[in-house]
């Protein structure tokens, strides 16, 4: 079995859905930069380009990344103690202005749900 090797402190990153072959379609610039703030998360930091999002509580944060006049996101959760999950990456094409178009949302919402109960698989009852 091999097994991966985390540094010290670093929390392990579990994609949830599409989200990680998602991520894989971005521009390069795009992946490096939001690899970098998912990076910075999992060793238990806030990436400045971080901010809550809101929708699921406290602990739910998106990265949002402007490139060539297209808008890239990605939506994540630090509330578990032991892990980051990555719940939803996504280009934001929303005909409503600044709104996330609510098919987004209820995907985050969704999505979150079924990191929670990863996570008690994995670790036991999350502590929020």
């Known amino acids: 079995m091999v097994r991966a090797t985390r540094a010290s402190g670093e929390k ?3 994609w949830v859905g599409s989200s ?16 970098v703030a998912l990076s910075v998360a999992q060793f238990g ?3 400045p380009s971080a901010k ?16 060539r006049g ?3 996101r990605a939506v994540y959760t630090v509330r578990f103690e032991g892990a980051i999950y990555v719940l939803h990456v996504f280009q ?3 005909p409503s202005g600044r709104r996330t178009p609510r ?3 209820e995907l985050i919402a969704e999505r979150f749900r079924a990191a929670k ?3 008690e698989v994995r670790y036991g009852r999350p502590k929020e």
């Open 117 to 119: 109960q990863d996570y």
């Open 70 to 72: 297209d808008t890239y």
């Open 12 to 14: 392990p990153l579990f």
């Open 92 to 94: 934001k094409k929303s």
């Open 20 to 35: 990680k072959r998602d991520l894989l379609t971005f521009p390069e610039e795009v992946k490096d930069d939001l690899g």
């Open 103 to 105: 098919t987004d949302v």
């Open 52 to 67: 809550p999002w809101k929708g699921e509580g406290p602990g739910v944060l998106e990265i949002v990344e402007d490139h």
């Open 45 to 47: 930091g806030k990436h």
